[in-house]
């Protein structure tokens, strides 16, 4: 038999094994109706995110309602995972106001893990769920030391360097791809050198990259351990990882590299609008926020290329609470979304890259080329970075140590003119009033 036969016919059995369990959900829901009525008006999936996960937007909701008559599944989504996660920890112990399915960002999910792993189903038993077909460390993340796997991995976010061809034409530096790639190849201190030889022949009005925060999120994530050890100790003030990467990010805000600007606010939007900075450190979740922010003016002008190291910044989990209305159809539905075929025609749409390798090697991934940003092979370069990913150390505050360096500590020295020492004591005060270390 074929290799091709045999994914086939391995699909098959695990679309009749899914449909075998949302069968029996919906005669659940069919005896209690789908609202608890006794109407038996089918299930109706509930689905809590934050940010844009893509799957209305590529279809995947549609698909599934199709393949599973009498489903229906509605989502609700907060715009930004600081005002999600502190509702879902609340309705988590409350033990209620719970969607079927709860979205988990990468910075929380260990904290998910060692304090709420009760609260969710265990995943790993879900039927056609193969820990095999994720990345390692992927699975690790939401897996307890008792081995139960609270969340489906979706995407990750391998990170590329997005840069300016024309600005750097200007500035006399290389633009195809291949060569800017080689210019910092193995060292995030030679993409700073770089941005000091463009910055000497700068065109009038732009520098070299938006901000030194996202100069330190690029570097930091690129080291398997950063703010917890293998043993779950802090060691945010003494860590290889943060010490480089803090002194990346100051020569950045010092040397006047960056625009000052702050990810994600107004101001940044408009300087890709405007053409004020030449390069990005870049998942692949930001390239269609680019797309979107510099518009026409930007096509055919924005390229990508391999970073210096590999990392990862940013990637999700989906997750069914206990405390779920519709357990058995939440299970089904979240082992369909995070699996490798619906993975690859997530990242078809929306870019966003699977966190199952197998997703890889699918036409829709391995030949995909981005039009805007002059027919990059995105697809290429985000999963060989995916693969060489370090198996990183996540702890339970990951997120809100991260947030101090780069919204508290960095801005204090790029954008009020502070001393690095000041920046860097600030940071670790935000630290202390939210961890016990």
Known sequence: MSRASRRREAALGIAATLAAVLFAACAEDARTGADGSGAGRGTTVTVGTFGVFGYKQAGLYAEY???????????????????????LLTHLAAG??????????????NEIVTTQADRFVDLSRAAGVRRGDWLPWKWAQATTRSGRTIGLGTDIGPIAVCYRKDLFAKAGLPTDRESVGRLWAGDWQKYIDTGKRYMARAP???????????IYNASVHAHAERYYDHRGRPVYRTSRAVRESWDLAMQAATGGLTARLKQFEKPWDQAYANGRFASVACPPWMLGYIKEKAGAEGRDKWDV?????????GGS???VPKAARHR??????AAWLTAPEQQAKLFGRQASIPSTPASYAMPLVRDARNPY?????????????????????????????????TDVGIPQVEQQGKSPEAGWKAAQREIDSVVDA
């Open 96 to 109: 209620g106001g719970l969607a079927d399915i709860q979205a988990v960002e990468t910075g929380n999910i």
């Open 305 to 313: 290329a391999a970073a210096p190291r590999p990392a990862n910044w």
């Open 373 to 405: 940003f002059c027919g990059a092979p995105t697809g290429r370069i985000f999963s060989a970075a995916a693969r060489a990913i370090p198996t990183l150390v996540i702890g339970p505050k990951e997120q809100q140590i991260g947030t101090a360096f």
């Open 328 to 333: 058995a159809a939440a299970t089904a539905l």
């Open 204 to 214: 009038a009005g732009t520098v070299f990259t938006d901000s030194a925060a996202g």
């Open 65 to 87: 309602e199709r393949l599973h008559p009498g489903v229906t599944i509605k989502e609700s989504v907060i715009e930004r995972n600081d005002a999600y996660y502190p509702q």
């Open 317 to 319: 989990f989906i997750t």
